[in-house]
């Protein structure tokens, strides 16, 4: 048995199996550099590229031009709806007046907009199940750049677990956000390609 069977294993004797048990265990396994997410009770890591990390500092950045920094978080878990959803998404933009549970987290009610970057190995998260969770959360705007494509994709008007409008831009295009909460038009010409 591995280190993480065996603490899994002590978490579903002691009663449910809940997200901050999981996320506790793997706080002491995941490699430096590595990202961890659990979607739909699934654990997945993955390491962090340099063209993963260009778009989202693009990405932080331009929103740092309208919104104060303790609104935008990066990495930083948020539990979402369904069977074990606790993401890390690659950008979050919280409401204003946003506040943590009394378990220090941020609640997927008050996420008005999210950013994935497209990872080879977690890709159907982003398109799929994660894409319905924050539908289901009703999170306005979900925006995926994906570097393999050299696109991005933006979903907004959630409805019953989907989003309503999807729109392509290539990279290089602008992302016209300024009808939408994000009230903003982010620039993609400096996105790397991979």
Known sequence: MTVLEDRTEMAEESGELTLDKLFESLERITPEG??????????????????????????YEQLRTRYPRKRIKSDVRVDYPGHLNG???????VAEGAEK????????DDVEFVAEVI?????????????AAYATAEVPVYVIADPYQRRC??????????????????????????????????????FPRD
């Open 101 to 108: 549970t009394p378990g220090g987290l941020w609640r997927c």
């Open 119 to 131: 990872s080879k190995g977690t890709a159907h998260n982003d398109y799929g199940p994660k894409r």
């Open 34 to 59: 590595y990202k961890v997410e659990i979607v739909e009770g699934a654990i997945f890591m993955s390491p962090q590229r340099d063209t993963h990390w260009e778009i989202i500092a693009d990405i």
């Open 153 to 190: 994709h933006i979903y907004t008007q959630p409805k019953e677990g989907d989003y309503e409008i999807e729109t392509t831009v290539h990279f290089g295009s602008d992302l016209d956000l300024t009808k939408t909460i994000v009230d903003l038009t982010l620039k993609t010409d400096g």
């Open 87 to 93: 993401f890390c998404s690659d950008v979050t933009l």
